[in-house]
Every structure is written in C-alpha cells, then in structure tokens.
C-alpha cells in the first residue's frame, strides 16, 4: 500500500525534496481525483467530492500556475539554503526525522482508514513541515495558501 516513507541514508535536504514531491502529489490527487505516480491518496476517496464541481477546472488551473512559478525556485533552494538556516525552522537531523516519522504514520493511517478525517490530519501535518519549510526559504507561500484554500473546501467527513 503506497505511503509517505522517509529516504532512509539519504540526507536532509534530500529528505526535503522528497516531502515537497509528496506534498505536491496529495494536492495534485485531490484536484484531480486520481493517483499520480506517488499514489499518495487512497483511491477509495476519490469517488467522493473533495472539491465543489464548480470549482474543480479553477483549483486545477490556478494550481499548476502556481507549482510552475514557486516549485523549481523553491526545490532549487533547498539545495542552496545555508544549513543554519534549517537548523533554525528545524528541518534537519532529528527534529526533521521526527517530523517526517509523524508524516508516515499518519500516511500509514490514512491508508489503513481512508476517511476524510485522516486525509485532514495529513494536510494538518503537511502544513506543519511545509511551513517550516517555507519560512526557511523563501517562496512558496502561494502554494500553501492554495492547499489551505483547497482543504478548507473538503467536506466534513
């Protein structure tokens, strides 16, 4: 069953780089209401309306706008960031492996329980990382703003 894994023996901004591809691939899914090569969504909750129909072609639209704009800067910077930097949002060694151990277990758990409930908890963790993420780096706030967007929309479950 497909879900967040760390990269184990990789480094922390390698491990970075693999949280930004997943992060994208769960907003991606919703959006699109099917998996992606990460298969990061259970299947099961696509047959529900995770976005308003009306709005699904404008959330689809402005999200690729946005992953162009802020995603290559963004990945290319994680590479560059002084390590200090991280260290101060705490994306590196344990702090970061702890964060990423919490993202896989709540994955685990949205798998095991495809809920809506589960999916809202792994964008809460999401955001947690994500912010961190982009308070060290500048750039990508329009991409977290537009998840907070999308998820606000999901219906209760």
């Not at 689809?60 to 946005?66: G, I, K, N, Q, T």
């Not at 344990?94 to 409930?117: D, G």
């Amino acid at each position: 069953m497909p879900q967040f894994a760390s990269l184990s023996g990789k480094d922390d901004r390698a491990q970075l780089q693999h949280f930004v591809e997943y992060f994208l691939a769960v907003v991606e899914e919703i959006i699109q209401k099917k998996a992606s090569e990460v298969h990061a969504v259970p299947p099961k909750l696509f047959s529900k309306n995770l976005l308003p129909e009306d709005l699904e072609s404008l959330f689809r639209d402005a999200w690729l706008v946005c992953r162009e704009r802020d995603v290559p800067p963004l990945v290319e910077e994680i590479k560059t960031v002084p390590i200090q930097e991280l260290q101060r949002h705490g994306l590196v060694g344990v702090e970061l492996k702890a964060k990423l151990a919490s993202l896989s277990r709540i994955s685990q758990w949205l798998w095991a329980k495809p809920t809506l409930k589960a999916l809202k908890k792994l964008l809460d963790m999401i955001d947690s990382l994500f912010e961190s993420l982009v308070e060290a780096i500048p750039g990508g706030h329009g991409l977290a703003e537009l998840k907070e967007a999308i998820e606000n929309l999901l219906p209760e479950d």
